[in-house]
């Protein structure tokens, strides 16, 4: 089950309930921020609830097939599946 929106950036996982909370978790984390980060030079994916990252690819097929969405989407998008992020996020 798709658990968090995700960036990985030099093999590092950072998470939010979308993928703009990742980025900023990402910015405290590197603070003061290198001036090479902009906003696609992560990869965008999701954590399962296990901790293994998904591409956006990945993702769609997993949450599909863990009936976290009815639609097989192309690639995932948290908007795809944000009101469920939500409510995993206050369990």
């Not at 909370?21 to 696609?40: F, G, T, V």
């Not at 998008?77 to 995993?88: F, M, R, T």
């Amino acid at each position: 089950m798709i658990s968090k929106a995700a960036i990985r950036y030099n093999g590092v996982i950072y998470t939010g309930r979308d993928h703009a909370e990742a980025i900023e978790a990402m910015k405290k984390k590197l603070s003061p921020i290198p001036r090479e980060i902009k906003y696609i030079d992560g990869e965008e994916g999701f954590v399962t609830e296990s901790g293994k990252f998904l591409n956006r690819t990945e993702a769609a097929k997993h949450a599909f097939v863990c009936k976290q969405t009815k639609v097989l989407f192309k690639k995932l998008h948290s908007e795809d599946i944000i009101w469920l992020l939500a409510i995993l996020d206050k369990e």
